[in-house]
Nanobody
Framework: QVQLVESGGGLVQAGGPLRLSCVLS????????MGWYRQAPGNQRGLVAT???????NYAESVKGRFTISRDNAKNTVDLQMNSLKPEGTAVHCC??????????????WGQGTQVTVSS
């Protein structure tokens, strides 16, 4: 059974850093991309950052220059280093992975989410 397990959320003051980590456990044929999305109360889930197996990254405009996503393909992990955090970044942050099977069919997996709270 494939699972995504996040860690690293918590409470931080505005302007401070926080690092999120996620590991995919279980057997998969391949992982095409991993990343992070977030959802604040009353809002839809939105992109934070993604990274492909080859290292191509994509960031939400609101986090460019402040956040860095990285990935370890051998360990099936993805990390998100968040710097200069803002109160509007308070949200549940969810890990995401796009996997493929031997027939190259795609499937998305989601973690349960970790709360990030930025105090002003």
């Amino acid at each position: 059974q494939v699972q995504l397990v996040e860690s690293g959320g918590g409470l931080v003051q505005a302007g401070g850093p926080l690092r999120l980590s996620c590991v995919l456990s279980g057997s998969v044929f391949g992982i095409r991309a991993m990343g992070w999305y977030r959802q604040a109360p009353g809002n839809q889930r939105g992109l934070v950052a993604t990274i492909t197996r080859g290292g191509t990254t994509n960031y939400a405009e609101s986090v460019k220059g402040r956040f860095t996503i990285s990935r370890d393909n051998a360990k099936n992990t993805v990390d998100l280093q968040m710097n200069s955090l803002k109160p509007e970044g308070t949200a549940v942050h969810c890990c995401w992975a796009e996997t493929i099977d031997r027939y190259f069919r795609h499937r998305d997996y989601w973690g349960q989410g970790t709360q990030v709270t930025v105090s002003s």
